[in-house]
Protein backbone atom coordinates (compact mmCIF):
# COMPACT_ATOMS: atom_id res chain seq x y z
CA UNK A 1 0.00 0.00 0.00
CA UNK A 2 1.42 3.47 -1.30
CA UNK A 3 1.80 6.20 1.84
CA UNK A 4 -1.24 8.33 0.66
CA UNK A 5 -3.52 5.40 0.11
CA UNK A 6 -2.24 4.14 3.59
CA UNK A 7 -2.51 7.73 5.06
CA UNK A 8 -6.30 7.43 3.49
CA UNK A 9 -7.01 4.18 4.54
CA UNK A 10 -5.90 5.63 8.61
CA UNK A 11 -7.69 8.34 8.46
CA UNK A 12 -11.10 6.57 7.51
CA UNK A 13 -10.66 4.08 10.34
CA UNK A 14 -8.38 1.43 9.26
CA UNK A 15 -8.57 -2.02 6.98
CA UNK A 16 -8.66 -3.59 10.34
CA UNK A 17 -11.75 -2.13 11.30
CA UNK A 18 -13.17 -2.01 7.93
CA UNK A 19 -12.77 -5.69 7.62
CA UNK A 20 -15.10 -6.45 11.00
CA UNK A 21 -17.97 -5.65 8.37
CA UNK A 22 -19.68 -7.22 5.78
CA UNK A 23 -21.89 -4.26 4.33
CA UNK A 24 -22.65 -0.47 4.66
CA UNK A 25 -26.54 0.56 5.18
CA UNK A 26 -27.53 4.11 4.55
CA UNK A 27 -30.97 6.15 4.37
CA UNK A 28 -30.38 8.24 1.54
CA UNK A 29 -31.85 10.65 -0.38
CA UNK A 30 -30.37 10.96 -3.76
CA UNK A 31 -31.23 14.01 -6.23
CA UNK A 32 -30.43 16.27 -8.82
CA UNK A 33 -30.23 17.24 -12.62
CA UNK A 34 -29.49 14.05 -13.89
CA UNK A 35 -32.37 12.54 -12.48
CA UNK A 36 -34.84 14.79 -14.73
CA UNK A 37 -32.61 14.76 -17.55
CA UNK A 38 -33.37 10.92 -17.89
CA UNK A 39 -36.98 11.07 -16.94
CA UNK A 40 -36.79 9.67 -13.72
CA UNK A 41 -37.10 12.95 -11.33
CA UNK A 42 -37.16 12.13 -7.57
CA UNK A 43 -36.78 8.49 -7.86
CA UNK A 44 -34.45 7.88 -5.58
CA UNK A 45 -35.62 10.70 -2.87
CA UNK A 46 -36.02 8.11 -0.61
CA UNK A 47 -34.63 4.86 -0.47
CA UNK A 48 -32.00 2.58 1.77
CA UNK A 49 -28.76 1.49 0.15
CA UNK A 50 -26.74 -1.50 1.56
CA UNK A 51 -23.91 -2.31 0.20
CA UNK A 52 -21.45 -5.08 0.99
CA UNK A 53 -17.92 -4.65 1.38
CA UNK A 54 -16.45 -7.65 -0.23
CA UNK A 55 -18.64 -8.52 -3.01
CA UNK A 56 -19.96 -6.25 -5.65
CA UNK A 57 -23.29 -6.11 -5.17
CA UNK A 58 -25.97 -3.43 -3.88
CA UNK A 59 -29.34 -3.42 -2.48
CA UNK A 60 -31.59 -0.17 -3.31
CA UNK A 61 -34.79 -0.53 -1.07
CA UNK A 62 -37.39 2.32 -1.89
CA UNK A 63 -39.58 2.30 1.55
CA UNK A 64 -43.69 2.19 1.05
CA UNK A 65 -43.33 1.03 -2.18
CA UNK A 66 -43.30 -2.88 -1.82
CA UNK A 67 -40.12 -2.57 -4.24
CA UNK A 68 -36.30 -2.93 -4.23
CA UNK A 69 -33.60 -3.14 -7.11
CA UNK A 70 -30.60 -5.55 -6.31
CA UNK A 71 -27.40 -4.59 -8.37
CA UNK A 72 -24.70 -6.88 -9.25
CA UNK A 73 -22.57 -5.94 -12.17
CA UNK A 74 -23.66 -9.19 -14.87
CA UNK A 75 -26.94 -8.44 -13.65
CA UNK A 76 -30.10 -6.72 -12.14
CA UNK A 77 -32.98 -7.77 -10.65
CA UNK A 78 -36.28 -5.45 -9.07
CA UNK A 79 -38.79 -7.78 -7.42
CA UNK A 80 -41.43 -7.36 -4.31
CA UNK A 81 -40.16 -7.61 -0.75
CA UNK A 82 -41.43 -11.51 -0.84
CA UNK A 83 -39.17 -11.89 -3.84
CA UNK A 84 -41.95 -11.54 -6.32
CA UNK A 85 -39.72 -10.65 -9.77
CA UNK A 86 -40.82 -7.73 -11.33
CA UNK A 87 -38.53 -7.40 -14.14
CA UNK A 88 -34.59 -8.45 -14.36
CA UNK A 89 -31.97 -8.09 -16.99
CA UNK A 90 -28.59 -9.68 -17.74
CA UNK A 91 -25.54 -7.58 -18.70
CA UNK A 92 -27.61 -4.35 -18.10
CA UNK A 93 -24.50 -2.20 -19.36
CA UNK A 94 -25.16 -3.11 -22.26
CA UNK A 95 -28.43 -1.39 -22.71
CA UNK A 96 -26.42 2.09 -22.88
CA UNK A 97 -25.31 1.39 -25.77
CA UNK A 98 -26.00 4.59 -28.16
CA UNK A 99 -27.58 6.43 -25.37
CA UNK A 100 -27.72 10.26 -26.17
CA UNK A 101 -27.31 12.76 -23.10
CA UNK A 102 -31.43 13.31 -23.24
CA UNK A 103 -31.99 9.45 -23.66
CA UNK A 104 -34.62 8.60 -21.14
CA UNK A 105 -33.55 5.36 -18.66
CA UNK A 106 -35.86 2.49 -17.37
CA UNK A 107 -35.76 1.41 -14.05
CA UNK A 108 -32.99 -1.11 -14.65
CA UNK A 109 -30.67 1.74 -15.88
CA UNK A 110 -31.20 4.03 -13.01
CA UNK A 111 -30.73 0.58 -10.32
CA UNK A 112 -27.37 0.07 -12.79
CA UNK A 113 -25.97 3.51 -12.42
CA UNK A 114 -26.81 3.91 -8.79
CA UNK A 115 -25.58 0.53 -8.16
CA UNK A 116 -22.03 1.17 -9.84
CA UNK A 117 -21.74 4.81 -8.46
CA UNK A 118 -22.91 3.86 -5.04
CA UNK A 119 -20.99 1.01 -4.72
CA UNK A 120 -17.39 2.74 -5.55
CA UNK A 121 -18.12 5.49 -3.05
CA UNK A 122 -19.31 3.85 -0.26
CA UNK A 123 -16.61 1.21 0.01
CA UNK A 124 -13.73 4.13 -0.64
CA UNK A 125 -10.90 4.23 -0.16
CA UNK A 126 -10.83 0.62 1.30
CA UNK A 127 -12.20 -0.52 -2.23
CA UNK A 128 -8.60 0.52 -3.20
CA UNK A 129 -6.53 -2.00 -1.57
CA UNK A 130 -8.48 -4.96 -3.22
CA UNK A 131 -6.86 -7.48 -5.11
CA UNK A 132 -6.51 -5.84 -9.16
CA UNK A 133 -6.83 -2.21 -8.02
CA UNK A 134 -3.34 -0.34 -9.08
CA UNK A 135 -2.70 2.84 -7.63
CA UNK A 136 -0.38 5.51 -7.79
CA UNK A 137 0.35 9.16 -6.30
CA UNK A 138 -0.14 12.03 -8.94
CA UNK A 139 1.04 15.86 -8.58
CA UNK A 140 -1.20 17.86 -5.93
CA UNK A 141 -3.89 20.51 -6.30
CA UNK A 142 -3.19 23.75 -4.77
CA UNK A 143 -6.32 25.48 -3.47
CA UNK A 144 -6.07 28.79 -1.43
CA UNK A 145 -6.67 27.04 1.87
CA UNK A 146 -5.42 23.63 1.68
CA UNK A 147 -3.32 20.91 -0.42
CA UNK A 148 -5.03 18.02 -1.83
CA UNK A 149 -3.15 14.63 -2.36
CA UNK A 150 -4.12 12.47 -5.09
CA UNK A 151 -4.26 9.47 -5.87
CA UNK A 152 -4.70 7.84 -9.77
CA UNK A 153 -6.40 4.51 -9.46
CA UNK A 154 -6.60 2.36 -12.33
CA UNK A 155 -9.98 -0.08 -11.67
CA UNK A 156 -9.60 -4.08 -12.47
CA UNK A 157 -12.25 -5.20 -15.36
CA UNK A 158 -13.47 -7.46 -13.22
CA UNK A 159 -15.03 -4.22 -11.11
CA UNK A 160 -17.93 -2.42 -12.98
CA UNK A 161 -17.63 1.63 -11.97
CA UNK A 162 -17.94 4.56 -13.56
CA UNK A 163 -14.58 4.45 -15.90
CA UNK A 164 -11.22 2.29 -15.47
CA UNK A 165 -8.99 5.65 -14.43
CA UNK A 166 -9.99 7.61 -11.57
CA UNK A 167 -9.06 10.01 -8.80
CA UNK A 168 -9.33 10.47 -5.58
CA UNK A 169 -8.16 14.37 -3.49
CA UNK A 170 -7.35 13.76 -0.22
CA UNK A 171 -6.66 16.39 2.73
CA UNK A 172 -3.76 16.69 4.82
CA UNK A 173 -5.90 14.70 7.52
CA UNK A 174 -6.00 12.30 5.30
CA UNK A 175 -9.81 12.37 4.66
CA UNK A 176 -11.45 12.15 0.93
CA UNK A 177 -12.25 15.93 -0.11
CA UNK A 178 -13.39 14.82 -4.06
CA UNK A 179 -13.32 12.59 -6.34
CA UNK A 180 -12.30 12.98 -10.35
CA UNK A 181 -13.70 10.82 -13.01
CA UNK A 182 -15.91 10.43 -16.35
CA UNK A 183 -18.54 8.26 -16.56
CA UNK A 184 -18.70 5.50 -19.95
CA UNK A 185 -21.97 5.02 -19.96
CA UNK A 186 -23.11 8.69 -20.12
CA UNK A 187 -20.54 8.71 -23.34
CA UNK A 188 -17.42 10.47 -21.11
CA UNK A 189 -19.52 13.38 -18.88
CA UNK A 190 -17.35 14.54 -16.61
CA UNK A 191 -17.53 14.48 -12.48
CA UNK A 192 -16.16 16.24 -9.71
CA UNK A 193 -18.14 14.57 -6.61
CA UNK A 194 -16.87 16.61 -3.59
CA UNK A 195 -17.39 14.75 -0.08
CA UNK A 196 -17.98 16.57 3.27
CA UNK A 197 -20.18 16.13 6.63
CA UNK A 198 -17.89 13.28 7.97
CA UNK A 199 -19.53 11.02 10.73
CA UNK A 200 -17.84 8.25 12.75
CA UNK A 201 -20.12 5.28 12.60
CA UNK A 202 -18.40 1.53 14.92
CA UNK A 203 -15.27 3.56 13.91
CA UNK A 204 -15.22 4.23 10.59
CA UNK A 205 -15.33 8.22 8.99
CA UNK A 206 -17.70 8.77 6.25
CA UNK A 207 -18.53 11.60 4.32
CA UNK A 208 -22.45 12.01 4.56
CA UNK A 209 -22.99 14.22 1.81
CA UNK A 210 -22.01 14.38 -1.83
CA UNK A 211 -22.42 17.06 -4.32
CA UNK A 212 -21.32 16.22 -8.05
CA UNK A 213 -20.81 18.85 -10.81
CA UNK A 214 -19.31 18.17 -14.30
CA UNK A 215 -15.80 19.92 -15.08
CA UNK A 216 -14.39 21.25 -18.34
CA UNK A 217 -10.48 21.87 -18.97
CA UNK A 218 -8.15 21.18 -16.03
CA UNK A 219 -10.89 19.86 -13.24
CA UNK A 220 -12.50 23.61 -13.33
CA UNK A 221 -15.80 23.29 -11.83
CA UNK A 222 -19.06 23.74 -13.83
CA UNK A 223 -21.40 24.71 -10.98
CA UNK A 224 -25.02 24.90 -12.96
CA UNK A 225 -26.70 22.83 -12.52
CA UNK A 226 -25.91 20.14 -9.57
CA UNK A 227 -26.10 16.93 -11.18
CA UNK A 228 -26.29 15.01 -8.25
CA UNK A 229 -26.89 15.65 -4.33
CA UNK A 230 -26.04 12.84 -2.08
CA UNK A 231 -27.65 13.32 1.11
CA UNK A 232 -27.27 10.49 4.04
CA UNK A 233 -29.29 9.91 7.11
CA UNK A 234 -28.80 6.74 9.43
CA UNK A 235 -25.90 4.42 8.61
CA UNK A 236 -25.00 1.56 9.72
CA UNK A 237 -22.47 -1.33 9.22
CA UNK A 238 -23.09 -4.67 10.05
Known amino acids: MGDLLDLAVKAHGGLGRWNDFNAIKVAASITGAIWFVKGKGDVLKN????????????TLDFP????????????????KLDGTLIEARDNPE????????????????????AGEAL????????????????????????????????????FPDTVKSHTREQISCFGSNGLLRRHDYTVDILGGATGLNYAFDFRNIDGIVVPTKRRIYAYEGDYRPV????????????????
Not at 47 to 58: I, L, P, Y
Open 47 to 58: VVVTAETRNERV
Open 64 to 79: GQNKRAIFQPDRVVIE
Open 94 to 113: KSFEGQQRETPWDDIQVAYF
Open 119 to 154: WTYLNTPFLYTHEGFMTEEIAPLELETETWRRLKIT
Open 223 to 238: KEPLLVAIDMGEITLT
